[in-house]
C-alpha cells in the first residue's frame, strides 16, 4: 500500500480535501488526521471491520478500547444508552476539547470498538480539521493515536508516517498539534437512572487517565472525583485506553530518577558515566532549567517548568529523537511537581515500564 501524505491548513482545511478523506472512511479505510492532543488514526466507528484496520495496522491487542469522535454533543445520543446529567456539565466546560467520558454504549456500537466492553469512551476534538472530518464521514470516528501499538504517540504527521507508511492510504498533515499528550479520560459509565427517573451513582466518577485536563478541574465542575486504581496497576483490565501494556515507549531500556534537584542531576551523571565506561550511549530527559548540568551523549529539554504546556507538547518528540540518536539508555526527570504532572508522569512511567530510581 502506498500512503498519502497531503499538507492541509489545519484552521481552514479545503473541502475538496476533507470530502476525500471522507470517503476513505467511508469505503471503510484508514485516514490519519491532526487533532489538538496527538495525531488520531481514524476509522468508521460503526463498521466492526472498520475497527479491526484499525488494530491491524498498529498492532494493537484487541482488549484495548477505542475511543469514538463526534462533532456535536447530541451525536451521543445514537451511541450511548443514557447521558448523565454530569455529562452535559462536562460537556458544557471541556467540550470541545482534550477530555473523553466513558458511558455505557448503546447496541449500534460494534465490540470491536470498544474492546469488547459494554461501555463506550466518546470525545469532541478541539481542532477544526478533525471536527470537519468527523462531519463530512458521517459522525463517528474511532480513532487511538496513530502510532504502531506501544511507541511514543505522534505529534508531526512524520511520526505518523515513521509508524504506518504503507499501512494506511491517507496521513493528512497539519503541522504540529497543541498539547501533545492524549485526553483525560472520565469515567461516567457508573452512573444509572432509577425507575422514577432520578440519577443515582455505584460509585464516584474515576479519571482513568490523566490529561490537560486534571481532576481538580473536573472535580469544580461535577464535584468529587477519584483516580482509578487501575491507574497504578499494570495488570489491570484496560477500561479505557493506556491503561494496560506498555505505551509511549522508546527502543532503549528507560529509567526515571526522581528525588531532589540536585540529588536527581547528580545520580544521572554518575549513571552516564557508568554506561560510557560500558561503551553505552545515553540520553537523557531534563527541562531548560537543568539541561546544561548534564554530562550525556544526548541531552535533551522537552521545555520549561515555567512553561508546563511545552513539557507536554515536547514529551513524545523527545522520546522519538532518542531512537534517531541511537541511545541505549535514557534517564529521565521526574515531572510530577507541574499541575499536569501526573499526566506527564503517567506517561513516563508507561514508557519506562514502571522503572523508577528514588534518590
Known amino acids: 500500500m502506498i500512503t498519502r ?69 447530541e451525536a451521543l445520543f445514537r451511541i450511548v444508552k443514557e447521558i448523565p446529567p454530569q455529562a452535559r456539565l462536562l460537556a458544557d466546560a471541556f467540550w470541545p476539547g482534550p477530555l473523553t467520558m466513558i458511558f455505557q454504549k448503546s447496541e449500534i456500537v460494534p465490540y470491536e470498538t470498544t474492546g469488547g466492553l459494554d461501555t463506550v469512551a466518546v470525545r469532541m476534538p478541539d481542532h477544526p480539521a478533525a471536527l470537519a472530518l468527523i462531519r463530512e464521514s458521517g459522525g463517528y470516528i474511532a480513532a487511538p493515536s496513530a502510532n504502531t501499538s506501544g511507541r511514543p504517540s505522534p505529534t508531526l504527521a512524520e511520526h505518523v508516517a515513521e509508524d504506518l507508511d504503507g499501512r494506511i492510504p491517507l496521513i493528512l498533515d497539519g503541522g504540529a498539534v497543541g498539547i501533545g499528550i492524549e485526553s483525560t479520560i472520565i469515567d461516567l459509565s457508573c452512573m444509572s437512572k432509577t425507575a422514577d427517573g432520578e440519577w443515582i451513582a455505584d460509585e464516584i466518577p474515576l479519571v482513568l487517565r490523566p490529561g490537560y485536563i486534571t481532576r481538580e478541574m473536573l472535580a469544580e465542575v461535577i464535584g468529587t472525583v477519584g483516580d482509578d486504581p487501575g491507574l497504578a496497576d499494570e495488570n489491570a483490565h484496560p477500561k479505557a485506553p493506556g491503561m494496560k501494556y506498555r505505551h509511549y515507549a522508546p527502543k532503549a531500556e528507560m529509567i526515571i530518577v526522581s528525588g531532589e534537584r540536585e540529588d536527581v542531576i547528580r545520580r544521572i551523571n554518575e549513571l552516564a558515566e557508568e554506561n560510557c565506561q560500558r561503551g553505552e550511549k545515553t540520553g537523557v530527559i531534563c527541562t531548560e532549567e537543568t539541561k546544561e548540568q548534564y554530562r550525556a551523549d544526548f541531552i535533551r529539554s522537552t521545555g520549561s517548568r515555567s512553561d508546563e504546556g511545552s513539557i507536554a507538547r515536547h514529551l513524545y518528540a523527545v522520546l522519538r529523537e532518542m531512537d534517531t540518536l541511537g541511545a541505549d539508555r535514557i534517564y529521565s526527570e521526574n515531572f510530577s511537581a507541574l499541575r499536569i504532572g501526573n499526566a506527564v508522569m503517567n506517561r513516563l512511567l508507561k514508557a519506562a515500564g514502571h522503572h523508577v530510581v528514588e534518590v
Open 5 to 73: 501524505i497531503e499538507k492541509i491548513n489545519p484552521q481552514r482545511p479545503e473541502t475538496l480535501q476533507i470530502r476525500n478523506a471522507a470517503d476513505i472512511l467511508k469505503g471503510g479505510g484508514l485516514v490519519a488526521f491532526p487533532t489538538e492532543t496527538v495525531y488520531g488514526l481514524g476509522a468508521d466507528a460503526l463498521r466492526p471491520e472498520a475497527a479491526k484496520k484499525i488494530y491491524a495496522a498498529k498492532g494493537r491487542p484487541s482488549d484495548n478500547p477505542l475511543i469514538i469522535h463526534i462533532a456535536e454533543f
